[in-house]
């Protein structure tokens, strides 16, 4: 499509939208301001780049042997690189710390420190956006029996909590020096496969084990706590220890962010509804958006009906600036750069559709009592012609429209990962 086609189609679609009584051009405007964070492990398979070893237990399993993923820190960055020429706005890198770029030296997970990751901060600096954190307490020995935090092993919990006491300052770093808080994201694996007979110990010890981690004051200007439930894993099946109750109710005593990520509840509950419930409490949370298929498969994000619900309750609530919106999905049968980029706009572009809403005309029907009208709208605005929109954004913001990433993509896995063994 060339651009005078393209803007020509969304002269048109605005007068649909002007209809209905929505300002375009600052929904345009309010979307260009929204930064996505990317998560890094979709490049390697959240395999991390410590030494040999890769993922092992924590109940996180990427599927599929897709030819190129990014086998060291270079790599990565260069792919991340390419997935951000192909999204409208400004976004930032979700790093985990199992990523270090210490030149090659093994670091323990309890001694990591800024230095280790400055590679990364100068990166993201040259590139101007902003980052996030995530201690990681899987993929490691001192993880293999399924228990970090929670762990009986009073020296292994000491392990764990050093290491995430020590993410925080790396995150705090991060965030100093980017000049954007980095939001540093808690997640443990802890849990049972079989039931337990002590449901109540382990909770204990995470409780005070997290107390420990976040004992440090750190400026919230430079690094935001956030913590991360999960209804069950491979291996925590029937029990885990940081559930969701746990951890709301650990974030609103403590003041920190809860993480929400939507593969991490029964298939049938939606993420979209807790936002506003849990935002009635809390200054700020965490979305680690994903698509759970029959369970937490953490498949690629694209325009479903649940994540259209996300995107409607940031904007129906004004909690876009409340919000801090991550990915975690990661898919090793497809092409990876595809992955993240298929993921990445179908969240921007999700939040576009909910920019576009009448918002204040369907409140009024709702508040009139008019719930006919209220569903008569919502269900034409299924059918306006948001693509339009979609394309010209992208056109603006001077990325691929339409399918034209596809061709870069593949442009990219004949010079770059192809070449890759
Ligand atoms: C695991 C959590 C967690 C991870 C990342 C890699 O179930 O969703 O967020 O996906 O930390
Ligand atoms: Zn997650």
Redesign the pocket.
Known sequence: MNSSAIESAYALAKDRYTEFGVDVEQALRRLASVAVSL?CWQGDDVGGFEGPGGLSGGGILATGNYPGKARNVDELRRDVEKVLELLPGRHRLNLHAMYPDAGGAAVERDQIEPAHFQGWIDWAKDLEIGMDFNPTFFSHPKAADGFTLAHRDESIRKFWIDHGAACRRIGAEMGRQLGTPCVT?L?IPDGMKDSPIDRRGPRQRLRESLDAVFAESIDPAHNLDSV?S?LFGIGSESYVVGSHEFYLAYAVANKKLL?L?S??FHPTESIADKIPAVLSFLDEILL?V?RGIRWDS?HVVTATDDLRAIAEELVRGDYLGRVHI?L?FFDASINRIAAWTIGARAMIRQLLVALLEPTARLRQFEADGDYTSRLAVLEELKTLPFGAMWDYYCLKHDVPVGTAWMMETRQYEKDVLSRRS
Request: charged share 35%; aromatic share 8%; proline share 0%.
């Open positions: 998560h994201n997640w991360e999960k993480c990520d593969g991490h680690h994903s953490d991550g975690d």
